[in-house]
């Protein structure tokens, strides 16, 4: 969900200049919001979704955009496609229960020219809300792994702070549709702090200026 955080929103642009990138790949679309979004933006969006349900809903409320290709599948499979592109991964299906991550990052394996993008991450930061299930945590310790077999080069930066969008601003327009789906979505994401402040990795395949980006290098690795 990044669309409703313009920081993230803000990187994730800054970083598609700074690399020459055209192409977004999502997982995890959801109810299309950010495939809408960032529409605007790039030349293509890549997204797919596991519930036939949200899917549905997706592509209808994208379907009048060319440029938005919606797949139901279930993300390790819908990556493989993208192994040698140049884009910006933004993997965000991951859910209590369903921990798709690690098979992600083996789709990726080895490709040296992406960007990536984690949502729902812990990061050091206080009050960042991060992905839990039980005794698993989304954090670095649990995905190095896998991250360093996509590129063992990987610079990895973490966001500080989100601005997000309120439902007043949605309502008069922040390049998504104002309908139910996204006011609930809204409602959700600022129903607590933590769901409010997300934590977000950026794997990078250059080093970058921090200030520039709005982002902090991770000072273990």
Not at 27 to 40: H, K, L
Not at 140 to 165: K, S
Not at 183 to 206: H, M
């Amino acid at each position: 969900m990044c669309w409703l955080d313009r920081t993230c929103s803000a990187t994730i642009l800054k970083l598609r200049d700074r690399f020459g990138i055209e192409t977004l790949v999502e997982t995890g679309t959801a109810e299309g919001n950010s495939a809408i979004f960032y529409s605007r933006h790039f030349k293509d969006v890549f997204s797919c979704e596991s519930d036939p349900g949200l899917f549905a809903l997706a592509r209808k409320r994208s379907r009048h955009l060319s440029n938005v290709h919606l797949y139901l599948r279930r993300s390790p499979v819908f990556l493989r496609s993208f192994k040698t592109w140049s884009a910006i991964f933004f993997l965000d299906a991951h859910s209590p229960g369903d921990w798709p991550i690690w098979e992600e990052l083996e789709a990726l394996e080895e490709n040296r020219r992406c960007v990536i993008v984690i949502h729902d991450f812990k990061v050091p930061v206080p009050g960042r809300g991060y992905l839990k299930d039980g005794h698993l945590e989304l954090c670095l310790d649990y995905i190095r792994e896998p991250l360093m077999g996509v590129n063992p080069g990987f610079h990895l930066y973490h966001n500080l702070a989100g601005d997000i969008v309120t439902l007043e601003e949605a309502e008069k327009g922040v390049g998504v549709p104002w309908d139910e789906h996204t006011r609930k979505v809204l409602e959700y994401a600022w129903s607590s702090p933590e769901k409010t402040q997300r934590g977000i990795l950026y794997a990078l395949p250059e080093a970058v200026d921090e200030g520039e980006l709005g982002v902090k290098a991770w000072t273990s690795v």
